[in-house]
């Protein structure tokens, strides 16, 4: 599968949103779905999928959905 589609499938897990709404412009707290609590089960879904671990400043600044991508890019994910 595909890192993008992988991301997008990591989200609705976590966030339970319908795929077609997990875009580039998805930001957090911007749907109700998308709180605090489950940004950490978002946070908890990445690590599993991608197999990296996620250090504190990187929870906090995935801010959205194409931060997501870059911060794992970071951590060596290839999109």
Request: hydrophobic content about 40%; cysteine-free.
């Amino acid at each position: 599968m595909e890192n993008n589609q992988k991301l997008i499938n990591s989200f609705q897990e976590a966030l339970g949103l319908d795929t077609s709404s997990i875009v580039d412009s998805l930001t957090y707290q911007s749907v109700p779905e998308w709180d605090s609590i489950s940004h950490m089960i978002l946070i908890s879904q990445l690590e599993e999928d991608f197999n990296v671990s996620l250090e504190t400043d990187d929870v906090i600044d995935m801010s959205s959905f194409a931060k997501a991508r870059e911060i794992l890019a970071k951590h060596g994910v290839s999109f």
